[in-house]
Structures are given as C-alpha cells and as structure tokens.
C-alpha cells in the first residue's frame, strides 16, 4: 500500500511539472503575440503579414490544444484523487498517464518548433 502511495504520489508530481509547463509556454505565447502586434504596426507588407497571421493561428491553435491539456490534467488529478486504488488501479492510471505523457511530448516539440519560426521572424522583422 505504501509503495502504491509513492507511485501515485509520482504520478501527480508528473501532472503537476506538465501544469506548470504548460502556464510558462502560454506566458511565451502572450509575449509572442504582444511582439507580432509591434510588427503588424509597422505595416512592413502584405507577404509580412501573411506570415504574421499564419503565426496568429497557429497561436490561436496552440491555445486550444493547451486548453484540451490543462483539461485531461484536471481530470487525471481528480482522478488520482477520488479513486480508493483498488484492484490494481495503478496499471490503469500508469497507462492513461502514458497517454497524456505522449500528447505533451508532441506538443512541447510542436511549441518549440513554432517557437523558434517565431524567432527567426521576429530576428527578421523586429
């Protein structure tokens, strides 16, 4: 039993790490999208903003899978909280973990891939 508490107990440490890197990337998108403001103003082109756009929506889309992830969290957690671990529960949570470990796995690399288009913009363009 003590064993199985510590297991949870690492599992919600996980939950928590993914909560907080999810609120640090969606301060990046803010400060991003304050920065694509600064270059909409200089009205530097239609091709600029183009791309300009093109980074508001992906942005935009960041934020809803963002949103759909903070939501699987709060259900792992309140799950995690609410069951009684019984009948081997820990392979169950384990393998939703696994799940979610894999979408934030994906979504982090697309947050840096989008992140460093975005810098090479702004490196261009501010």
């Known amino acids: 039993m003590e064993s199985q508490l510590i297991y949870l107990?690492?599992?919600?440490?996980?939950?928590?790490?993914?909560?907080?890197e999810l609120k640090f990337q969606e301060s990046e998108m803010d400060y991003f999208e304050e920065k694509l403001e600064h270059i909409a103003i200089r009205n530097?082109?239609?091709e600029v903003m183009i791309q300009l756009e093109g980074f508001q929506n992906k942005i935009i889309r960041e934020?809803?899978?963002?949103g759909h992830?903070?939501?699987?969290i709060r259900m792992k957690?309140?799950?995690?909280a609410q069951s009684k671990f019984?009948?081997?529960?820990e392979v169950?949570?384990?393998?939703k973990q696994v799940m979610l470990k894999d979408e934030m796995a994906t979504f982090v690399k697309m947050h840096y891939e989008l992140k460093e288009n975005m810098m090479d913009f702004f490196l261009k363009y501010l």
């Open 44 to 46: 530097l082109g239609s």
């Open 63 to 66: 934020r809803e899978v963002m």
């Open 69 to 72: 992830l903070r939501h699987r």
């Open 77 to 80: 957690k309140r799950e995690l």
């Open 92 to 95: 169950v949570f384990q393998e």
């Open 86 to 89: 019984e009948n081997n529960a």
């Open 9 to 20: 107990s690492d599992l919600n440490f996980n939950l928590d790490v993914w909560k907080r």
